[in-house]
């Protein structure tokens, strides 16, 4: 089975720290993905990596950075932390090909930023 | 991208067939139906995709319409644990980073 896992499941921050949420997967997955989403908004995509050291901007990627070192790490990195980026992030991955790829979520991690 | 439509929410009853509706009347001929579902407080758990013909697995099966601008996911004996909010979805191009876009979805209540 597929595994995305996400370094916290709840954590709470302050305003203006620099944030840092993991994302490992342990199916050699070309692709990985941050998204986050919000009551009323859906899934919005921040940033995805189709290969190490290779990042894309997705629809959202303002106040956010990503490190992708190793093929089976993604990170994302807020860099000042603020209240409007309370929310629930969502990692996941897939293979490359074409049309048919599967996206495995992790499970998440509630960020809360005081 | 192909929009798709669903309604807000769905009532089914514990052991019967729930039957969850998608329009994607705009989808174009490379574009594929995924589902997905979001049981609350966890990540989206893939169910099943499908490009014409309908599809079955272990947890549902799709039904595609021949002009492709709707389908059906059908979980045949629902549970309570199915109750989750499901999302239907067209795969954009390769070419925009495989991403996922999520609209709404629709929320099933399975009660007992």
């Known amino acids: 089975d597929v595994k995305v896992t996400q370094s916290s499941r709840y954590l709470v921050k302050r305003t203006g720290e620099k944030v840092f949420l993991e994302c490992v997967q342990d199916m050699d997955h070309e692709n990985m993905f941050w998204y986050r989403q919000d009551p009323g908004l859906g899934l919005r995509l921040i940033y995805f990596?189709?290969?190490?050291?290779?990042?894309e901007k997705g629809d959202i990627p303002e106040g956010y950075s990503v490190s992708r070192e190793k093929k089976e790490r993604f990170s994302l990195i807020l860099e000042s932390a603020s209240t409007n980026q309370t929310s629930m992030y969502l990692c996941?991955?897939?293979?490359?090909?074409?049309?048919?790829?599967?996206?495995?979520f992790g499970p998440g991690t509630r960020l809360l930023v005081l | 991208d192909a929009k798709t439509t669903q309604p807000t929410s769905m009532d089914c009853a514990e052991g019967r067939a729930a039957n969850l509706p998608c329009n994607h009347s705009t989808i174009s001929g490379n574009e594929y139906v995924y589902w997905y579902r979001q049981i609350h407080s966890q990540g989206p758990q893939y169910i099943i995709h499908g490009l014409k013909n309908n599809e079955t697995n272990e947890m549902a099966s799709l039904i595609i319409t021949e002009d492709r601008k709707s389908s059906t996911l059908i979980l045949p004996h629902a549970t309570l644990r199915d109750t989750a909010v499901y999302y239907c979805?067209?795969?954009?191009?390769?070419?925009?980073?495989?991403?996922?876009?999520f609209g709404g979805g629709t929320r099933l209540m399975v009660k007992p």
């Open positions: 979805i067209v795969r954009v191009a390769p070419d925009a980073g495989n991403m996922l876009t």
């Open positions: 990596s189709y290969d190490v050291k290779m990042k």
């Open positions: 996941a991955s897939s293979l490359i090909g074409q049309g048919q790829e599967t996206q495995y």
